[in-house]
């Protein structure tokens, strides 16, 4: 008697709204078709059934909010009858999270795209309570008792509810979501027409990571300004001849991509991460674009970077762009960055900082391409082509003086261009 739970398909995801249902109480379904849309916190994914029979019941309503862990369905066999009905969970009320009672056993893979019919585990703080403890892995009660955080209240991720690792906030983060439920902000009328927008779970992640980077990181910001003619004259020449074998064209930020990549590899200490008690460097450079979508902004991920070529990277980049704004991004396709680019040069701003993407140390900014009087070698003024680059960096992991290797390293790069075509 498989049972259908909200399946947890981000590492950040803490409830999902059931957007549309594809399939009705009473119809047959089979391993591999699609139950239901669904939307996380940085996308809406199809949910996909792996199991055959018959839909029996829907606990969840079109637009309804839940939990992961919590049902959402039944599926019963062809003759297979529900001799002991799963609890039904309390239905949703709008814009809250609806709470189920379920108790067992096994929690749904976050990398997988589509939920899993194995039961998963919703053990609630009061189920953990009754028991007289808190289920709690050792490493879990060892970065508790580190962080000061309490893990009462805590639905774990692990085996039959049991919290690990990755479940346990930061103090900071827990007591500031807290207080922001607890106490919200009074906003003052301003006597003309006002809209109310409910934050989608998209936002509320944004603002949560936000101002745990900032409250919680200490940036450091370096810029420089770039010359970019050559590389506008290396595009030029690049996309007459894309053009000519009718093959897509190549933007900068293509370029500026694969000039981040290769200049982590020259300076690798800015592709690490905070580990709290350590710092991680990792041998390959997957960067982390940060892509404009409807309710905010996601950061998929171009894997092993600096293996890929200029034409490789364009094809990445646009192919997650286009998937990113159709919300067909995998959960997988947002995890493991190691550097992060930000790019608004498109829009027209000439210089920005951006906030760090943890557990990363390091992002980059990139703004537009403008021309401007500059003096030349010769001490001439002339007409110039200039582009600002600006590094945020987590002062924990990356010092100012490796910060400013990197980030010339990557002035190099752009300014001589062909360099990295080879």
């Known amino acids: 008697m498989p049972v259908i739970n909200m399946p947890k398909l981000s590492d950040t995801m803490t409830e999902g709204t059931l957007v549309r249902w594809l399939k009705k109480e009473g ?40 939990g992961v862990g919590q049902k959402i369905a039944l599926i019963l066999a062809e003759g297979e009858s529900a001799d002991a009905p799963a609890d039904k969970p309390a239905a949703p009320a709008s814009g809250n999270k609806a709470e189920g009672k379920e108790k067992s056993s096994t929690p749904a893979d976050p990398s997988k795209g589509s939920a899993t019919s194995a039961p998963v585990s919703s053990a609630s703080p009061k189920d953990q309570e009754v028991r007289g403890r808190v289920k709690a892995s050792p490493l879990a009660k060892k ?4 962080r000061g955080v309490s893990l009462e209240g805590i639905t774990g991720s692990g085996p039959g509810g049991r919290i690990i690792e990755k479940d346990v906030p930061t103090k900071s983060s827990s007591s500031t979501s807290s207080s922001s ?15 109310r927008i409910e934050l989608s779970g998209m936002r509320k992640i944004i603002a949560e990571r936000l101002l745990a980077s900032k409250t919680q990181i200490p940036h450091f910001y370096l810029s420089v300004e770039v010359d970019a003619a050559p590389l506008m004259r290396l595009r030029k020449e690049v996309n007459a001849a894309n053009e000519a074998a009718e093959q897509p064209k190549i933007t900068v930020n293509d370029f500026v991509l ?15 991460a905070w580990g709290g008690d350590h710092v991680m460097q990792y041998g390959s450079v997957n960067i982390s674009v ?10 998929p991920v171009i894997r092993n970077a600096q293996t890929l070529s200029l034409r490789e990277i364009s094809t990445a980049v646009k192919d997650l762009a286009i998937r990113a704004r159709n919300k067909k991004l995998k959960p997988e396709e947002y995890a493991g960055g190691t550097i992060t680019v930000s790019n608004l040069g498109s829009y027209g701003i000439e210089q920005f900082y951006a906030i760090v993407n943890p557990p990363q140390a390091a992002i980059l900014a990139v703004g537009a391409i403008v021309k401007k009087p500059v003096v ?47």
């Open 27 to 66: 119809d047959t379904v089979e391993a591999g078709d699609i139950l239901a849309e669904v939307e996380t916190d940085k996308a809406t994914m199809e949910m996909e059934s792996f199991d055959d029979g018959v839909l029996k019941e829907i606990y969840v309503k079109e637009g309804g909010k839940i």
């Open 181 to 195: 439920s607890s106490a919200p902000i009074k906003l003052e009328k301003t006597g003309g027409e006002e809209t």
């Open 143 to 146: 970065v508790a008792a580190e």
């Open 376 to 422: 030349n070698a010769k001490g001439e003024i002339v007409v110039g082509e200039r582009m600002n680059i600006s590094l945020s960096g987590d002062h924990r992991v990356v010092d100012g003086a490796v910060g400013a290797e990197y980030i010339t390293a990557l002035r190099k790069l752009i300014e001589n261009p062909a360099l990295m075509l080879f």
């Open 290 to 299: 940060a892509i404009a979508v409807e309710d905010g902004l996601v950061t």
């Open 258 to 272: 694969l000039a981040v990549a290769r200049a982590a590899q020259q300076c690798p200490k800015v592709n690490a």
